[in-house]
């Protein structure tokens, strides 16, 4: 009777913790696409203008190409930033995972070491994501692109 509590109470937290984290993701993106209206906002604003040049338009960031006009490797470049990002997701919600598969294991060995595998295995890919991700922001930013 005492495990299944402590179980449902573990159970709970995590589904607390999960909800919690995924409302801060919620709210950062939400707060991005926002501040990207209001860049839209303001760089529409300077290009109605009259007697805005080239100039103060590339200073404001409202020069950058957008959409279907992206170079090719300005395309590669977003490919490949998505999927890092996408490994990481990945490896954050196998860590999750893994980390209420280890405090319901409830003592059985054989779940406790699957579970410490797991975290690892999430672990490494973080770390990968990490690392992929500052090795294409050195090429890139070495490149030029």
């Known amino acids: 009777m005492r495990k299944t509590g402590m179980r449902r109470l573990r159970m ?16 950062v993106l939400t707060q991005n696409t926002l501040a990207a209206n209001e860049a839209k906002k ?15 338009l590339e200073a404001a960031g409202c020069l950058e190409s957008e959409g279907s006009n992206k170079s ?3 395309l590669i ?3 490949i930033n998505v999927a890092i990002s996408i490994v990481g997701i990945v ?9 209420q598969r280890y ?22 890919g973080l770390i990968v994501s990490f690392l992929a991700f500052a ?4 090429v890139t930013t070495s490149i030029g692109l």
């Open 103 to 124: 405090i319901v294991s409830g003592g059985d060995s054989s779940k406790v070491v699957a579970a410490k595998k797991m975290i690892t295995y999430a672990v490494v």
């Open 72 to 74: 090719l490797p300005a």
């Open 42 to 56: 303001v760089c529409d604003e300077l290009r109605g203008a009259a007697d805005v040049t080239d100039d103060v």
């Open 77 to 79: 470049n977003t490919l």
């Open 91 to 99: 490896s954050v919600g196998a860590l999750v995972i893994a980390g």
């Open 12 to 27: 709970t937290i995590g589904v607390l913790v999960i909800l919690a984290l995924s409302m801060v993701g919620v709210t």
């Open 135 to 138: 090795v294409v922001r050195f």
